[in-house]
């Protein structure tokens, strides 16, 4: 008998399925638990490190130049944020799991939002990441006098990645 029963001792899922959901159970509490803490964590580490958070406001003088002299802390804070889409994939794979037989098409729309939000999370820090690093390189090598001229393509910039997180929230 598998471990997922209804109260009258019908299973929910056949016994190959059983042991794919207890490692998908096993994966949702000993890491999804505690990602939020590493990335409480890592945001810390990074202000003491760095002075400011991962991810940069490209919008501002101080974004800019944080993303000119910390490409690989705001790469890693981009990455992070993406990488968590894929931590709670795996969780919304195992609730689709269970409720597949008995609810089809609200475990199918649970997945398709899951698969959606990963989509759009790993965008996100993809694109981050790329407009990030090349913003900052050009930042940087610009003269004073010209910099002032990046903070409207910083301004679009963070538009494009708040609409992003907008999407996938």
Do not use: C
Not at 64 to 69: D, I, R
């Amino acid at each position: 008998m598998s471990v997922i029963s209804h109260s009258n001792g019908t299973t929910l899922v056949s016994s190959e399925e059983s042991r794919a959901l207890r490692l998908a159970a096993y994966f949702t509490m000993a890491v999804t638990a505690f990602y939020p803490l590493l990335f409480i964590g890592a945001g810390f580490l990074t202000i003491l490190l760095t002075g400011d958070i991962g991810i940069p406001d490209l919008s501002t003088r101080a974004g800019l130049a944080y993303a000119s002299q910390f490409p690989t802390a705001a790469t890693i804070g981009s990455l992070a944020d993406g990488f968590s889409h894929v931590v709670f994939f795996v969780t919304f794979v195992a609730v689709f799991a269970v409720l597949r037989r008995r609810w089809p098409v609200r475990a199918t729309l649970i997945v398709v939002g899951a698969a959606w939000q990963m989509v759009v999370g790993f965008t996100k820090a993809l694109t981050s990441v790329y407009i990030i690093t090349s913003l900052g390189t050009l930042y940087l090598a610009t003269p004073l006098s010209g910099r002032g001229a990046f903070l409207p393509v910083g301004t679009l910039a963070q538009g494009l990645r708040q609409g992003l997180q907008d999407m996938d929230t």
